[in-house]
């Protein structure tokens, strides 16, 4: 298939549920890990279509939901202090810290700027050589390498007024720490298919063969989901669960070398604290010694002051997928797009704002 209406085509896609119906006889728990996926699977209907024996759930797959309130603390203390402009992707401006937020804060006259990619980041740094010019740093391995290469040619053309706040995540990590609590029991998992473009199938391999979970990288169109689904049944009733490519258009076994190395060259594996996980090993990144310098944590004293989780907010619970956005008491009454209380019902890919938009709860 080459063209998108093909991957939203009915025919094909009662043809490959009809598959799906035929194959499925035990009981299976699919996570989807990707907000983007569960974005095509409440628009969709997916879940209404698939037999009583698949059991969907949603994961971790949101970098904005994920990101922790002590680490919007941080960004918003940075956007307080004086001659600096924080430039940040949209997402991030209404999502609530423990006090606050980045949109409330520039109200209160900081200097917060969107902009739609680092290129527009650095050009700012240009352009008000007088301020310290603060990208927040947010996204998976798939924004990383963007990042990596804002850092790298802001030291290439001399520009000593940008830094970045690194709060990037890494995936696999997660997942691993996902399996390891033993809180979620899982059989397959429909792995990112964005962040496989970057790091390639081969990082989820271990969930196969050290926990018998099987995966598949897919896209995030209806059929792209459906014959996701279709192939973990397949590997599941087959008994041999393994990694497998549905998103052949986009995903490699080994991932885009080039952007992997720019990741490399200015990042390193560090702790993360992720927003209902806690800290977990190895599933951050932070700016390697010879870029520290870029680094905003290093560059400014801060005091982001004590942390505060949301009350009622159980987004932490939704994000490790043991509960769903219609078991938290705020969902649609007091907790609603246009006045979230927490960051997954801001995120356009956030659980409760797929629940609120598509859900039939
Ligand atoms: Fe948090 Fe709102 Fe979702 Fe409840 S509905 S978990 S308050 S974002």
Redesign the pocket.
Known sequence: MKFIDEFRDADMAKAVLCQIHRQSKRHVRLMEFCGGHTVTIMKHGIRQLLPETIEMLSGPGCPVCVTANADLDKAIALARQPDVIITTFGDMLRVPGSRSSLQKTRADGADIRVVYSTIDALQIARENPAKAVIFIGIGFETTAPTIAASIMKAEEDGINNYYVLSLHKLCPPVIKALLDSGEVKLDGLICPGHVSTIIGSRPWEFAASDYGIACVVTGFEPLDVLQSVDMLVNQLEQGKPRVEIAYRRGVTTEGNLRAQELMNIVFEPSPASWRGMGSVPQSGLRLRKEYERFDAEQAFDIDPGPTLE?K????GD?LRGVKT?PD?????T??TPEH???????SSE???ASYYHYGTV
């Open positions: 949301h009622g907010c159980i987004c939704i956005p938290c008491k705020l969902f649609r007091s907790c979230p209380v927490g960051p997954c019902m801001v956030g659980s409760c």
